[in-house]
């Protein structure tokens, strides 16, 4: 894990001495947590006390103010002059920037719909309709009967043509949608029991005149370059560079991979003369206690003679003041960490690359099937298909833990995990550590 001092002002600094002071009336449960179990239980912001450091650089007894779990999308850089270093700028970093790639190459955009008759917006055929969900079709045979079929999530269809036949449809309008094994299906728009959720390519043509200009004059965020070009890419950092916190950073590099990381962000409080930032990564493996009106009715929470212990409203509040209190005092330095790039390990490099790898192999890859039959258990499964079981990785990095878009065309939608077996079955061995713990 990374840590870092905090640099605070002399009024902040009196301040978290104040709230230090209250800190020592709270009373802390006997039971301990394993670290990631208590942030999936527990809401952050939360304030606890290290119990078992294990083999993590943190001191027992130590306090940490948790501040929350942070998602960023971190992106490998390099120097466009002689540098061994490998820098890694979250998409939280405020600065603009300058494209300096003659050539970008734009990524694909989409336009997304949740009605069927949207489809009659576009001229046909209309090729790159991607599916959102698994949507009910009719499978057309070149005998004009019908299979009723599920199409499935992300194929890519054509609109092929609108259909009204007495012989094939009933004499009612039907979209004509094709796949790439040339297969046809009835899509009937007038089924109302659920929407058609389709996203289809913005092509060239269809882009505001101004949008594939001379990109050498326009200023852009980090967020903003990776929708809007494929890596690697050359910019330039025109505003903020000089205030990025690392010894003779370049202001001219080349983006090269990306993945999301989470992280949680904790402030080590415990001696308010020295307080530290604290990344973790959410598979840190340590022990914690947190404070008793947290854990009051909870099923393994009881007092030594057996009986349940009561709520304490007064210690609830009292903890309730003296976290919102951190949150006001913190939570402006956490955001700025959070958006300052670093130098990364070989560690974090390699990891947030394979991950970036994996995701384009994902991307590329085509399935032999785009629809499953519905009601016929034995056409469902195609053993021709390629396995789609997330692919894993071996070891993330101390300071986060590494994830991959569903949809590198749209890098802020939702994220896929990336784990192995092993770590499983590694957070399950821990779980029952800590319910030992809690019971000891």
């Known amino acids: 894990m990374t840590s870092y001092p905090l640099e605070l002002t002399p009024v902040q600094k009196e301040s978290l001495e104040a709230v230090s002071k209250d800190i020592q009336q709270f009373d802390w449960e006997v039971g301990e947590y394993i670290f990631h179990d208590f942030i999936e239980y527990f809401q952050l912001p939360q304030i606890i006390r290290v119990s078992q450091p294990w083999d993590t650089n943190l001191t027992k007894n130590d306090i940490f103010y948790l501040q929350s779990m942070y998602d960023r999308h971190l992106i490998l850089s390099k120097s466009l002059i002689s540098d061994e270093r490998t820098f890694i700028l979250p998409d939280w970093f405020q600065g603009q920037c300058r494209v300096l790639s003659t050539n970008p190459i734009y990524k694909s ?63 009612q309008e039907m979209f004509v949608l094709g796949d790439k094994n040339d297969q046809e299906f009835l899509l009937d728009p007038t089924v109302t029991n659920e929407s058609f959720h389709f996203a289809t390519k913005i092509l060239d043509d269809e882009f505001d005149k101004s949008y594939h200009k001379n990109t050498s004059e326009n200023l852009f965020t980090l967020p903003e370059i990776i929708i809007r070009y494929e890596l690697p890419l050359d910019i330039e950092i025109v505003t903020l560079a000089d205030t990025i916190p690392i010894e003779n950073f370049p202001k001219q590099i080349r983006l090269e991979k990306y993945s999301i990381a ?9 001696d308010v003369d020295q307080p530290r930032i604290f990344e973790l990564s959410s598979l840190t493996q340590f022990s914690l206690q947190c404070v008793t009106c947290l854990t009051t009715g909870l099923p393994r929470d009881t007092s030594i003679d057996g009986e349940a212990r009561a709520f304490d409203e007064n210690a609830y509040r009292h903890y309730e003041t003296v976290r919102d209190r951190l949150v006001q005092l913190l939570e402006d330095p956490v ?68 994830h991959l878009p569903v949809d590198f065309n749209s890098p802020y939608s939702s994220i896929m995990e990336v784990s192995g077996e092993e770590e499983e079955e590694n957070r399950e061995a821990s779980a029952t550590t800590a319910t030992t713990a809690s019971e000891k």
């Not at 959102?132 to 499978?139: N, V």
């Not at 045979?141 to 269809?157: D, F, G, H, S």
């Not at 989470?262 to 415990?270: Q, R, Y």
């Not at 947030?352 to 995701?359: L, M």
């Open 109 to 171: 955009r989409w336009w997304q719909f949740t009605n069927a008759m949207e489809l009659l917006r576009f001229e046909m055929p209309r090729e790159h309709i991607r599916l959102l969900r698994d949507t009910a079709a009719l499978l057309l045979l070149p005998t004009n009967e019908k299979i009723p079929v599920l199409l499935k999530e992300n194929t890519e269809v054509t609109l092929k043509r609108i259909e009204k036949s007495t012989t094939i449809t009933d004499g």
């Open 262 to 270: 989470k992280s949680i962000i904790a402030v080590s409080i415990g």
């Open 335 to 402: 955001i700025q960490y959070m958006r300052n790039p670093f130098v990364g390990t070989q560690e974090e490099v390699d990891c947030i690359a394979e991950v970036y790898d994996i995701g384009i192999q994902l991307k590329k890859e085509e399935k032999n099937q785009t629809y499953t039959v519905i009601g016929d258990p034995a056409e469902v499964t195609n053993d021709n298909e390629p396995n789609n079981t997330v692919p894993s990785i071996d070891k993330h990095p101390t300071r986060f833990t590494v």
